[in-house]
């Protein structure tokens, strides 16, 4: 930032972002279908070869570098896919906002992202979306309780977080998807 302060603006940021759609409404649909593009992309790429490598590598690391997989390869380039994927959002939510600034991504912001993909589950591609529908939902439905809110919150996310070390909501897909393929 201090290299290049002119062309980031330094903290004052870059303000005067020109929106990618004009209504409220509009982007909403379009962060939307970006949402659903984003995840069949993804369950796409979990159901492939690279996704049943990035398993075995979860799994064993030794035993899928004795077997000749690159792992360090695998192990970068899902990090730039998943950087990727990262630098997208948060150009959409740049013009969203209409600026970037070092404001807008405060450690809170940062704290209650991470909170929102480990309350749903880390390992599932539902998990993270779940996880944040669930963590809205639950900082709107406390809205009215006043000092109370952020003790109940707090509380009710320690619980999940204790009890459910796998998520809430991946476990619970997991769970619904193999009762639904025994049914069948």
Same mark, same amino acid.
């Given at each position: ?14 303000? +005067? ?6 209504? #409220? =409404? ?6 939307? $279908? @970006?949402?659903?593009?984003? /995840? ?48 997208? +959002? ?6 969203? #906002? =209409? ?6 991504? $405060? @450690?809170?912001?940062?704290? /209650? ?72």
């Amino acid at each position: 930032m201090l290299i290049y302060w002119e062309q980031t603006g330094g903290e004052e940021g870059i303000n +005067g972002l020109t929106p990618l759609i004009k209504s #409220q =409404l509009g982007f909403y649909y379009f962060a939307l $279908a @970006v949402l659903v593009l984003t /995840t069949a992309l993804l369950m796409w790429l979990a159901r492939s070869n690279w996704g049943l490598i990035l398993r075995a590598i979860r799994g064993d690391e030794a035993t899928c570098q004795a077997a000749g997989i690159n792992v360090t390869y695998y192990k970068i380039a899902s990090l730039m896919i998943s950087a990727a994927f990262a630098g997208a +959002g948060g150009a959409m939510y740049a013009h969203y #906002q =209409l600026q970037v600034s070092p404001q807008l991504f $405060a @450690v809170v912001t940062s704290i /209650t992202i991470i909170t929102m993909v480990y309350v749903g589950g880390m390992a599932s591609i539902y998990g993270p979306v779940g996880g944040a529908i669930l963590l809205v939902l639950l900082t709107e439905l406390l809205r009215n309780f006043g000092e109370w809110r952020l003790m109940i919150y707090s509380c009710t996310l320690i619980l999940i977080l204790f009890f459910l070390p796998n998520g809430l909501i991946a476990p619970t897909w997991r769970k619904l998807r193999a009762s639904l393929g025994a049914k069948a």
